[in-house]
């Protein structure tokens, strides 16, 4: 793990087809070196860059964040238990706080030094079966946005009629408010600060102080599911078919309100991150196309064309999270 770089890397969490094993790999992002496998983890992981520190996190099951120095990836700096079967899905640092979505639970969970020292109430939110199912984290200003996915466990986890995005202050540690949103939400942070909000439901979403606008909602009959833009707007997209039959990658350009049809795969689509003027997508082996192994693609904004042409990144394991060390 000595020779992995400390930047210009894209950091994968990658996992076995079964789930039950998984590893840390790095992909250089100009020369598309593969470093790895840099440490084992979890076969359910996610991975995020805060800074210049990589979180790793381990979900349901294993139920711990990890904070990796790129500087000394042989362990991490910092590695903690959320609770058993509490199921972190996201992390987002606050001062010397690390505060961790909790699918399990109805609050945001707060850590200093490996000890949860308080909890930021979610219950407001809670649909019929008491949890709002916070997922993705991303913190904008001094505020962390929330994404609460509000899925009725009793009725075939389904979408309430509409998904919330709570604000928390993170420096007076306190719930700001709560905003409605497209049912079942991921979140997006740009470099330029600005939050978005995918649906497959209603589209992209842009939410800036405290107000959401709808502005791309036609994606061919496809339901939107992730995505990830560069400061001026323009970005990628995955969605998947309404019988769930294919995948499919859309570029985006909000300014201009164009959506173009990049691909579609039988691969399952995990993730997408954005890094000088190129997108990277995740893709996995599904069951709709067992044979065919996934990785990481490439693809140029400006043109909407793959760079990878086909020949995608192998990082060992399929991959399942992306995140950016610049």
């Known amino acids: 793990t000595t020779d992995v770089p400390q930047s210009d890397i894209v950091v994968v969490a990658t996992a076995s087809d079964d789930y039950s094993t998984g590893a840390l790999a790095a992909i250089g992002l100009s020369d598309w070196i593969v470093y790895g496998p840099i440490a084992a ?7 995020q860059v ?3 520190e990589v979180i790793q996190i381990n979900r349901l099951g294993v139920d711990t964040v990890r904070i990796y120095d790129p500087k000394t990836w042989g362990k991490p700096t910092q590695e903690f238990s959320v609770g058993a079967g509490n199921n972190p899905q996201a992390a987002a640092r606050c001062g010397d706080e690390w505060w961790v979505s909790l699918y399990e639970q109805a609050f945001v969970g707060r850590f200093r030094s490996g000890n949860q020292v308080g909890s930021l109430d979610l219950s407001t939110w809670a649909d019929g079966d008491g949890l709002p199912e916070a997922s993705d984290l991303v913190v904008s200003e001094g505020v962390v946005y929330a994404a609460l996915q509000r899925l009725d466990r009793g009725n075939g986890w389904t979408a309430e009629d509409f998904g919330v995005v709570v604000r928390l202050d993170c420096d007076q540690q306190k719930v700001m408010d709560g905003i409605e949103v497209g049912p079942n ?14 649906s497959p439901e209603v589209g992209l979403q842009r939410l800036e102080k ?25 970005g990628m997209v995955i969605a998947y078919a309404e019988d769930e039959a294919d995948y499919a990658l859309f570029c985006v350009d909000v300014p201009k309100e ?3 049809l990049a691909s579609k795969t039988t691969s399952y689509l995990t993730d997408v991150v954005i890094a000088g003027g190129e997108a990277w997508v995740s893709a996995r082996r599904s069951w709709l196309n067992e044979g065919a192994l996934g990785g990481v693609m490439v693809w140029d904004l400006a043109s909407c064309e793959e760079r990878t042409g086909g020949d995608w990144i192998h990082a060992g394991l399929d991959p399942v999270s992306l995140a950016v060390l610049p």
Not at 41 to 47: A, I, L, Q, R, W
Not at 185 to 197: F, H, I, K, R, Y
Request: charged share 20%.
């Open 41 to 47: 983890v979890s076969g359910d992981p996610v991975v």
């Open 185 to 198: 939400p991921t979140l997006s942070l740009d470099p330029a600060g600005t939050v978005w909000v995918v």
């Open 210 to 234: 405290g107000v959401v606008e709808t502005v791309l909602s036609d994606f061919g009959g496809y339901r939107a599911h992730r995505a990830a833009l560069d400061a001026e707007g323009r």
């Open 258 to 260: 164009s959506v173009t």
């Open 50 to 52: 805060d800074q210049a």
